[in-house]
Structure formats: C-alpha cells, structure tokens
C-alpha cells in the first residue's frame, strides 16, 4: 500500500558530505512523524534524526550539529543532510513514516529498504 524509497547513499571520505532522500508513495492520507535510522554490521538499528509534520526535529547526540533533517510535506519526502562525516557514520541508513492511509483506521509504520553509506578514513 505504502511504499518509501531511499537513495543518496554511496562511498565518501571522511569529512565529505552526502544528502539521502526518501520518497513515499502509494495509498497515503497523510504522514505524520518521519525518520531516519541506521544500523551498522552487528548492531542494533538506532534511531539518527526524526521530523514531525510541523517540523519540530530531534537528533541522536552521535550527529547532531553535523546532520540536518528536513521534509517536503508535498511530495511525501524526507531528507538527510550529512556533513563532517566520519567512518563511525558507515552504515544502512533506514527510512521510517508514520502514514495514515485511511483515516478510520490510525497510524501505521512504514520502512524503506535502506541505501548503504560508506565513510573511509
């Protein structure tokens, strides 16, 4: 019903830039929070930034005053500005939406499949 695409991700060196982006689509009602997530080889997925509708935002402490989170409320997209990255930062970066798809039914979340990224010192 829902689908979230990411991309964006590829290999960069440490100190580089990368801006992920995750587009939703399918029977969408409307979005409520949407995220980003990572997860490194043999650990557990965390959560990296979130974004409310209105645009209020939180960041994992790891990232903050390197990464920026944003979203276009029109075209069901959030994105993930990456600056100052560090080998730390490697990982499959996830997308996450709350999506209303009927409004009698409530809030459901939704995963994208992931987009690798690659920091090397």
């Known amino acids: 019903q829902v689908q979230l695409v990411e991309s964006g991700g590829g290999l960069v060196q440490a100190g580089g830039s990368l801006r992920l982006s995750c587009a939703a689509s399918?029977?969408?009602?409307?979005?409520?929070?949407m995220g980003w997530y990572r997860q490194a080889p043999g650990a557990q997925r965390e959560l990296v930034a979130r974004?409310?509708?209105?645009?209020?935002?939180n960041y994992a402490d790891s990232v903050k005053g390197r990464f920026t989170i944003s979203r276009d409320n029109a075209k069901n997209t959030v994105y993930l500005q990456m600056n100052s990255l560090k080998p730390g930062d490697t990982a499959d970066y996830y997308c996450?939406?709350?999506?209303?798809?009927?409004?009698?039914?409530?809030?459901?979340?939704?995963w994208g499949k992931g987009t690798l990224v690659t920091v090397s010192s």
């Open positions: 996450k939406a709350a999506v209303v798809t009927d409004p009698w039914r409530g809030l459901m979340d939704y």
């Open positions: 399918g029977s969408i009602f409307s979005i409520n929070d």
């Open positions: 974004i409310t509708r209105s645009g209020s935002t």
